[in-house]
């Protein structure tokens, strides 16, 4: 039986999703074995990575002049990359807004390579909100602003896109496909595919055209945004079945009216579960109002000590993964694009029974 799965990574795929990847599981296409089993090379694997593409740029209106490239090595492995790809030319500086663990990761990454500059910064109030447009100003020299539009762990979502001079390049693990982006605003998306895509091993970048010829020299070739645009996403051997899932979940998103109601659902469910939260004297945010994450809902209990009682009784009344981050703790609740209206409304059910016991 299939539960409500709250996991924030890798997350809950879409069943339809799974079961057209089982029933083509052994023989694909009539080729007589899988589509993990043919070369990345072939006709029918290549019209897959096209179809992938094509729905993707429909999905979020990809201008003409984005490249969209298929990568490895997850978000992180894109932490380095962007200094490497964005350091070659002038500045070997970049700005930051630090809003917690990921941003916080990128800033420690980039910093091997050059300077990373905060320029603004939510840890006076333990990374609990987004810093407002008007309280911060980018600096003069940067290469580019980096940002994390949605911290998975901390639950904090920019309702804004920050507004700068040089490239933007945002960390979207998270949020990907969850709302409509008006993609013209930055230089680079990025984000791994287990959040709000599909399966792990494979990562998304959207790199605008003029972006492309500012690599370090010495590059290494696996992180190169210009070598895998130039080899469409193809110079080694993508992650194909990865690949593959990924497309079927852009066809499902299709199917399912696109992102413009994916964020109706986000709002709905969040807005669900939040005022649940709020209106509760026993559970509640660490979020402030106006950052609240539509995709990954932190909370906690007013009493720690019933933390492994809440896990166990909602493991076993059907809802996964609702363990917080380790370096957190607490609880959270991620409902990404996949995780359905009955599985929020199933989790406020149990969380008002919880109360009604124990609070
Ligand atoms: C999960 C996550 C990452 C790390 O992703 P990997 O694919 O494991 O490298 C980075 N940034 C954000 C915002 C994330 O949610």
């Given at each position: 039986m299939?539960?409500?799965?709250?996991?924030?990574?890798?997350?809950?795929?879409?069943?339809?999703?799974?079961?057209?990847?089982?029933?083509?599981?052994?023989?694909?296409?009539?080729?007589?074995?899988?589509?993990?089993?043919?070369?990345?090379?072939?006709?029918?694997?290549?019209?897959?990575?096209?179809?992938?593409?094509?729905?993707l740029r429909d999905l979020l209106r990809v201008p003409s002049n984005y490249k969209v490239l298929f990568l490895q090595g997850g978000a992180t492995g894109q932490f380095s990359a962007v200094p490497w790809n964005l350091f070659g030319v002038g500045s070997k500086k970049a700005d930051f807004i630090h809003t917690g663990h990921w941003a916080a990761k990128a800033i420690k990454e980039t910093r091997r390579y050059g300077e990373a500059q905060i320029v603004a910064s939510s840890e006076d109030r333990n990374f609990s909100y987004a810093p407002a447009a008007d309280s911060w100003k980018p600096s003069r020299d940067a290469a580019y602003l980096h940002y994390t539009s949605?911290?998975?762990?901390?639950?904090?979502?920019?309702?804004?896109?920050?507004?700068?001079?040089?490239?933007?390049?945002?960390?979207?693990?998270?949020?990907?496909?969850?709302?409509?982006?008006?993609?013209?605003?930055f230089?680079?998306?990025?984000?791994?595919?287990?959040?709000?895509?599909?399966?792990?091993?494979?990562?998304?970048?959207?790199?605008?055209?003029?972006?492309?010829?500012?690599?370090?020299?010495?590059?290494?070739?696996?992180?190169?945004?210009?070598?895998?645009a130039d080899a469409?996403?193809?110079?080694?051997?993508?992650?194909?079945?990865?690949?593959?899932?990924?497309?079927?979940?852009?066809?499902?998103?299709?199917?399912?009216?696109?992102?413009?109601?994916?964020?109706?659902?986000?709002?709905?469910?969040?807005?669900?579960?939040?005022?649940?939260?709020?209106?509760?004297?026993f559970f509640s945010s660490p979020v402030e109002k106006g950052s609240r994450s539509r995709m990954n809902v932190p909370f906690v209990l007013a009493d720690a000590d019933l933390d492994k009682k809440f896990l166990e009784e909602s493991e076993a009344a059907g809802l996964l993964s609702l363990k917080g981050h380790r370096s957190v703790?607490?609880?959270?609740?991620?409902?990404?694009?996949?995780v359905?209206?009955?599985?929020?409304?199933?989790?406020?059910?149990?969380?008002?029974?919880?109360?009604?016991?124990w609070g």
């Open positions: 299939r539960k409500f799965n709250f996991c924030a990574g890798p997350a809950a795929l879409p069943q339809p999703v799974l079961e057209q990847a089982q029933r083509e599981l052994l023989d694909w296409r009539g080729l007589g074995c899988s589509v993990m089993e043919v070369s990345h090379r072939s006709p029918e694997f290549v019209a897959v990575a096209e179809r992938a593409e094509q729905d949605n911290e998975t762990i901390g639950g904090v979502e920019f309702d804004y896109v920050p507004e700068v001079d040089c490239p933007l390049v945002v960390d979207m693990s998270s949020t990907i496909l969850s709302q409509p982006i008006a993609v013209e605003k230089g680079v998306i990025y984000a791994g595919a287990q959040k709000n895509i599909g399966p792990s091993g494979i990562a998304v970048a959207l790199v605008r055209e003029d972006l492309l010829d500012r690599a370090m020299d010495n590059i290494p070739r696996s992180l190169s945004w210009k070598v895998a469409g996403s193809m110079d080694n051997t993508p992650p194909t079945f990865a690949w593959y899932l990924s497309g079927l979940v852009f066809q499902w998103l299709k199917t399912q009216g696109g992102v413009e109601a994916m964020e109706k659902q986000a709002d709905i469910k969040s807005k669900m579960l939040y005022g649940f939260l709020d209106s509760s004297s703790g607490g609880m959270r609740a991620s409902l990404y694009n996949a359905p209206l009955e599985a929020v409304e199933a989790l406020v059910v149990f969380m008002a029974d919880f109360e009604a016991r």
